[in-house]
């Protein structure tokens, strides 16, 4: 059974007429983390503090274990949110903030005492209980307001891209973490972010938005191996992404051409670099080296098509090409799309 | 070595300035101190031929001195009591409410302080006569809440909106309702702004002169109202310069919590700085 449950929420702010969020449903069941993925803009956060209660839908409903909270008061609702911005309260200590939930709740001192500091156990930082919020890095104030939404112990737990400030090294294992703890504590989460990285190292599901709505729900490695449309496609992982026509059962496009059994028709055609394979050709080919990389452990080869279209693939001897070389394309994977949708994967 | 003397340049347009300052300012309270602690200075002595406290002895066995000082601190005790009340809770909404109106209104509080002062307390009094709160400590009250509005909401809201939203929202996450988020963490946060602006108002209303003389005279008497007429009527420098003096107190004070305030950082933060 799902613990929260979104049904054709959407959101319409009063001044501007965007729909920043737009007939969205979504069911996460108990002990799941679904990642809210999305490139700027897209509703992301808007979703998130809707479900925190900061924001009132213009329609729809939303349920935590089947009551409706639609329009309940953050201070009633059974979610727990981490903000961006650590958003700890500067003009008290660390102790103070995590135990402010709990007094508010006539929790007996000894037991806020003993809640606290197991749950700062839990985020790495016993006894940091008297420093002040200024005396801690990013990484460790993050930690403290992760520990002040948890020591609530809240039905929900909400991040919205708590890392986004912190660097790439602090961002992974802090990503680790929250992760461990999560499974450790079974605890339901939404978590907002714009890494697709986050989201495939992370999430159970994937919820790929795209202005307010839906583009595709599913595990990460379907959301990567399997994309329902040309935006996911080029949203997760490098794709190249590929416009041209089919006629009688052939894709072509400015002198590249490959079988693709769809009726005649525009098609977009999605190849990811590790799934393209190139050959050396002697008379021109169909596209262009344009440049080589080798990374060491493999090579990235950027070609282009006649029409000059920019085409990325990967090769293990990159010392093999060299720029102004002709090459053949001999993909092993490909998808089509044709009005958004997928219509062909091979 | 000699770079570095060479480089600490003496700066003589900073030193000039700071003396000049510190003439202009300090000069006349010098003066007036003097005066205060003077038994006896005739021309052309330039220091004084005997001090004493002979007039600090005759200034503060008068009744009317003490009534005086005890009506001053009553009267900035309520003006200022009451002027939070009304305008700390106005301030919160100027900062996080948007209603119809707002911005007219925030800039009425203005229009009082952007015309000329005495022209506006005049037809004040013409109302207050018809009010019959003419010579009233009410109406003195009333006269010295509306001088402190500017300080008492154009600070606050700069306070309040300063305060992060996240912190406030956070707090209501935990489990805090709105009143609880505003004592526990708004007022806090923007605490030492508006200690700023309580002491400002405060002070400002102990000193306050024209409204206090022109509303309140002559059965209102403040210190600053009582050392006018001291002025104009006795031929003796001392007592002005004693109940002078005697009004400083509250401006040490005042600047004794100010440094603190300052120092602690969080009062440029309310300015937005
Ligand atoms: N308070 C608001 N008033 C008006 N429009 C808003 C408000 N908050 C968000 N929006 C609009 O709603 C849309 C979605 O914004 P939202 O913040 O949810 O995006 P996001 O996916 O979280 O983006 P980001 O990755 O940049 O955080 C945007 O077009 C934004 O301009
Ligand atoms: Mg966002």
């Known amino acids: ?346 | 070595m000699a770079a570095t003397l060479t480089h600490r340049k003496i700066d003589w347009t900073g030193i000039a300035f700071a003396v000049v300052l510190t003439l202009i300012i300090v000069f006349p309270l010098l003066v007036v101190g003097t005066w205060a602690f003077t038994n006896v200075w005739r021309y052309p002595s330039v220091i004084p031929q005997e001090f004493g406290l002979r007039f600090w002895e005759q200034t503060l066995a008068r009744a009317d001195v003490w009534s005086s000082i005890t009506m001053s601190l009553t009267l900035a005790f309520t003006v200022t009591a009451l002027s939070a009340a009304i305008c700390l809770p106005a301030a919160y909404a100027f900062a996080r409410l948007d209603f119809p109106g707002r911005n007219l209104l925030f800039f009425s509080f203005l229009a009082g302080h952007a015309f000329p002062k005495f022209g506006l307390l005049v037809a004040i009094a013409g109302i207050f006569l018809q009010l019959n709160l003419i010579g009233t400590f009410w109406g003195v009250v009333l006269i010295q809440l509306v001088g402190t509005l500017l300080f008492m909401i154009w600070i606050p809201v700069a306070a309040f909106q300063s305060v992060d939203r996240r912190m406030e929202e956070a707090a209501r996450d935990v489990g805090a309702s709105p009143l609880r988020v505003f004592w526990s963490i708004t007022l806090p946060q923007a605490g030492p702004t508006i200690a700023a602006a309580i002491l400002l108002s405060f002070v400002g209303t102990f000193y306050e002169t024209e409204g206090a003389w022109l509303i309140g005279a002559p059965q209102v008497r403040t210190l600053p109202v009582l050392m006018i007429s001291f002025i104009n009527n006795q031929p003796v420098i001392q007592y002005g310069a004693v109940l002078s003096v005697l009004l400083w107190v509250p401006s040490f004070i005042a600047l004794l919590f100010a440094r603190r305030v300052v120092n602690s950082g969080s009062f440029a933060r309310g300015f937005g700085g």
């Open chain 1, 1 to 346: 059974m799902s613990v929260l449950s979104i049904k054709d929420v959407s959101k319409i702010f009063p001044n501007g007429n965007v729909r920043a969020v737009d007939s969205f449903s979504l069911d996460v069941a108990d002990g799941e983390l679904v990642c809210l993925l999305g490139p700027s803009g897209s509703g992301k956060s808007t979703l998130l503090r809707m479900v925190g209660g900061f924001e009132t839908p213009t329609s729809g409903v939303m349920t935590i274990d089947g009551e409706d909270i639609t329009r309940l008061p953050p201070e009633k609702r059974p979610t727990g949110m981490v903000f961006q911005s650590h958003a700890l309260w500067t003009h008290m200590n660390v102790f103070k903030n995590l135990a402010f939930g709990l007094k508010l709740r006539k929790v007996s001192p000894d037991e806020i005492k003993r809640r606290v500091e197991g749950v700062l156990e839990l985020v790495g930082l016993g006894g940091y209980g008297t420093r002040g919020v200024g005396q801690l890095s990013g990484g460790q104030q993050q930690r403290v307001a992760l520990a002040r939404s948890l020591v609530l112990e809240p039905k929900i737990l909400l991040l919205d891209e708590p890392f986004a400030s912190l660097d790439q090294h602090l961002r992974e294992r802090l990503r680790e973490e929250v992760r461990d703890i999560q499974q450790r504590l079974k605890i339901t989460t939404l978590f907002v972010t714009h890494g697709q990285d986050e989201a495939l190292s992370m999430a159970d599901r994937i919820v790929v938005m795209r202005d307010g709505r839906t583009e595709q729900i599913d595990r990460p490695d379907v959301v990567y191996r399997e994309p329902q449309t040309p935006f996911v496609a080029g949203f997760i992982g490098t794709m190249n992404l590929v416009e041209g026509t089919v006629s009688n059962g052939i894709f072509s496009r400015a002198g590249y051409s490959t079988p693709l059994p769809v009726s005649d028709g525009p098609a977009t055609l999605a190849i990811r670099p590790e799934a393209l394979d190139l050959a050396a050709a002697e008379d021109g080919g169909q596209g262009k080296v344009h440049r080589v990389t080798d990374y060491g452990t493999h090579g990235l080869v950027d070609l282009d098509l006649r029409d000059n279209t920019r085409i990325k693939a990967m090769v293990s001897h990159p010392d093999l090409f060299k720029a102004g070389q002709g090459v053949t394309l001999k993909p092993r994977a490909i998808a089509a799309y044709r009005d958004n949708a997928l219509i062909h994967r091979a």
